[in-house]
C-alpha cells in the first residue's frame, strides 16, 4: 500500500531501469538564449515544447560504452546545483580523438536518454558542461583501451530537467525524434563533427 506525503507522491517498489542508452550534445552557443530556469524548475519539474536552437544548428548523437554513462547533481543552499556527467567510449581511433579536442574549446548541454526512454537536460546556456577526458591504453595484451569523459559544473540555478515532448525552434513541424531520424545518425562516436 502506497501513502501520499504533503506534496511528494510516495512511489511503490517497481521496476527503476537506470542507465543511460545515448547522448546529445549541443553547443551552449548555439542556444539563442537561456530557457531553463529557476522558476519553471519551481513550477513544472520538467520541460515540454521548443528548444531555442539557432537556425541551421544540430545536435552530435553518442552512443556510448555499454552502462558507462552516468548523472548525478548536487544541491548545496546559497550556491545553486552541480551538474556532473560521465561516459566511457572503447578504443582510441580519429573520431575519438576528434571529439577530445573538439570539446576542448566548445562547452556543451547535454541530453542524456536513459535505458527507459526518458531524456533529461544538463547544464545551461551560460554554465554549461567543460569536459575533462583520461584515456587508458593498457599495459598488457589483454587489457582494453578506453576513453572516460567526465565533465562537472557547479553554480547551475536548475537540477538537471526531466524533458517531455520537445522539438527545435527554427523546426517547430518536427518532433526531436523525427529530426534525428532524418539526420540519421546512428554511431559510436564515429560521427560526422555536426558542430559548426
Known amino acids: 500500500m502506497c501513502n501520499t ?17 545515448r547522448l546529445y550534445m549541443i553547443y551552449a552557443r548555439d542556444l539563442e538564449r537561456e530557457f531553463l530556469t529557476y522558476e519553471l524548475a519551481m513550477q513544472y519539474g520538467s520541460f ?3 528548444i531555442p536552437l539557432k537556425p541551421g544548428k544540430g545536435i552530435v548523437e553518442i552512443e556510448a560504452w555499454f552502462d558507462s554513462t552516468k548523472f548525478d547533481s548536487e544541491m548545496k543552499i546559497g550556491a545553486g546545483f552541480t551538474h556532473a556527467l560521465e561516459f566511457k567510449h572503447l578504443g582510441y581511433e ?3 580523438v576528434r571529439l577530445m579536442a573538439i570539446l576542448k574549446d566548445y562547452p556543451v548541454n547535454v541530453i542524456v536518454e536513459g535505458n527507459d526512454g526518458l531524456k533529461y537536460w544538463l547544464g545551461q546556456k551560460h554554465v554549461p558542461l567543460l569536459f ?5 591504453l593498457p599495459e598488457k595484451g589483454t587489457g582494453r583501451k578506453e576513453v572516460t569523459f567526465t565533465a562537472k559544473q557547479d553554480g547551475l540555478s536548475i537540477p538537471p530537467i526531466p524533458l517531455g515532448e520537445v522539438f527545435f525552434e527554427w523546426l517547430p513541424d518536427w518532433t526531436f525524434q523525427e529530426y534525428l531520424d532524418v539526420v540519421n545518425r546512428e554511431f559510436d562516436i564515429s560521427f560526422e563533427m555536426g558542430f559548426a
Open 5 to 21: 506525503l504533503i506534496g511528494l507522491q510516495h512511489k511503490c517498489q517497481g521496476a527503476n531501469v537506470g542507465g543511460a542508452r
Open 94 to 96: 580519429d573520431d575519438v
Open 48 to 50: 515540454s515544447g521548443g
Open 132 to 136: 575533462d577526458v583520461k584515456a587508458v
